[in-house]
């Protein structure tokens, strides 16, 4: 009693019991959430997977790490919208050894700095795997939400997808009616799927785009909606847009990449239903078209469309990020934007926002710590991570793990 007593008085009220898991960064510039005013010189700790202190003056548990980190910048943790476990070092999750996977994960996501991952699309054997296994502790990752199987038009699989084993491309669903649209939907929902992915624009060729048909699309849209699950779409082009609109998608997993004949009244169609963007824009910037894309960017985000981030990585074998924040500065996006695409937006959109997106007293204790800050470094301090941490476990550490990618 007496010695409990003796260290809260040592410690101060701040004070937690300590635990293993407690851990904690110090003399930190923390960002608490985008556009509200850096903290300098702070403390955060946490404790049982939340954060239990953001303050100049914290007292430490016994027994917390402390992570070194001078002049490094906090901010909440890292969301990619849109990856895929599609590249065959994923083939056997089930039975590769821990470590193996844990270095598989750091390389593609952790080493960016994201804690929390979309799948939007990939084996579901493979996603449900990898996230059973860090679930339950086994391997460690991020927080994965997938689609499952995507839904693609009938007789319309993308010419991209050639390549796939012919088993795989025969499970992908490609609803010819409404009814079996549903029960695509259904199947994979009820198969661990939390949001569904539909092709409505599919490019079967590489100038040909052929879009999912209306009511199909409705059809998907409302079975996911009654199951509370968000739907994605790939539009590509006006018409696939035109479909996504029409039957009520949540979010773009790309921007349109053929921007023809998408005026303002459909950016503000975009912005009224709340649809959000995921631009991808790496994945364009080859694209003769680069700069309209850009353009049709920064125009729905003036029009209050929602940005979240995301850069098709898995599809993308290239794990270097950097050129994305590139190209949303190019855009035309600040930095407290960029934030938001990484954080609070994505939060919101899952509805996740109570607990997850900011750096606040009980929030989830997930975070991005880099080691510079975009606001007097430029954007492409986003990819000097120096440490990615999910729940208070250190996913990502430079130190231990080698440095980030960094931009030439
Ligand atoms: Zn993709």
């Not at 952790?110 to 991952?117: C, D, I, L, P, Y």
């Not at 963007?277 to 209050?304: C, N, Q």
């Amino acid at each position: 009693m007496l010695r409990t007593w003796l260290l809260a008085a040592i410690l101060g009220s701040t004070a937690v019991a300590g635990s293993a898991a407690d851990v904690a960064i110090v003399h930190a510039k923390v960002y608490p959430a985008p556009g509200a005013r850096p903290l300098a010189d702070a403390t955060v700790l946490i404790h049982d997977g939340r954060i239990a202190a953001v303050a100049r003056h914290v007292s430490l548990p016994r027994g917390t790490t402390v992570l070194r980190c001078d002049g490094c910048v906090v901010m909440a943790g890292f969301w990619n919208a849109h990856v895929h476990f599609i590249e065959p070092r994923w083939q056997g999750v089930a039975t590769q050894d821990p470590g193996t996977l844990e270095r598989q994960l750091r390389d593609m996501l952790e080493r960016a700095g994201f804690t929390s991952v979309v799948d939007t699309g990939s084996d579901p054997g493979v996603t449900m795997a990898l996230r059973r296994r860090i679930e339950q502790g086994e391997v460690a990752g991020p927080h994965i939400r997938t689609a499952g199987l995507p839904l693609y038009p009938e007789h319309a699989l993308p010419y991209y997808l050639d390549d796939l084993p012919p088993a795989l491309r025969d499970a992908l669903p490609q609803p010819a009616s409404p009814g079996e649209a549903r029960a695509a939907v259904e199947k994979n929902l009820a198969g661990g799927a939390d949001i569904t992915k539909l092709f409505t624009g599919s490019i079967v060729k590489p100038d040909q785009i052929q879009p999912m048909r209306a009511d199909i699309a409705a059809a998907a849209v409302a079975a996911s909606h009654r199951h509370g699950a968000l739907v994605f779409s790939h539009a590509t082009n006006l018409a696939g847009l035109d479909v996504a609109l029409r039957s009520g998608v949540d979010v773009l997993a790309h921007a349109p990449e053929l921007v023809d004949g998408i005026d303002a009244a459909r950016v503000r169609e975009m912005a009224r239903r709340h649809v959000a963007i995921i631009p991808t824009l790496k994945l364009f910037s080859r694209d003769a078209a680069i700069a309209d894309i850009r353009r049709l960017v920064l125009e729905a985000h003036r029009a209050g469309v929602p940005l979240v981030f995301g850069t098709d990585t898995g599809f993308q074998t290239d794990y270097d990020i950097s050129e994305e924040f590139r190209q949303l500065s190019l855009a035309g996006l600040g930095v407290d934007d960029i934030l938001a695409m990484l954080t609070t937006t994505p939060a919101a959109l899952f509805r996740l926002d109570a607990h997850a997106g900011r750096v606040a007293r009980g929030n989830d204790g997930d975070l991005t710590i880099l080691g510079s800050d975009p606001a007097t470094a430029g954007v492409g301090a986003f990819s000097d991570v120096r440490y990615a941490i999910r729940g208070g476990r250190v996913l990502f550490d430079a130190a231990r793990d080698g440095g980030a990618a960094r931009p030439e």
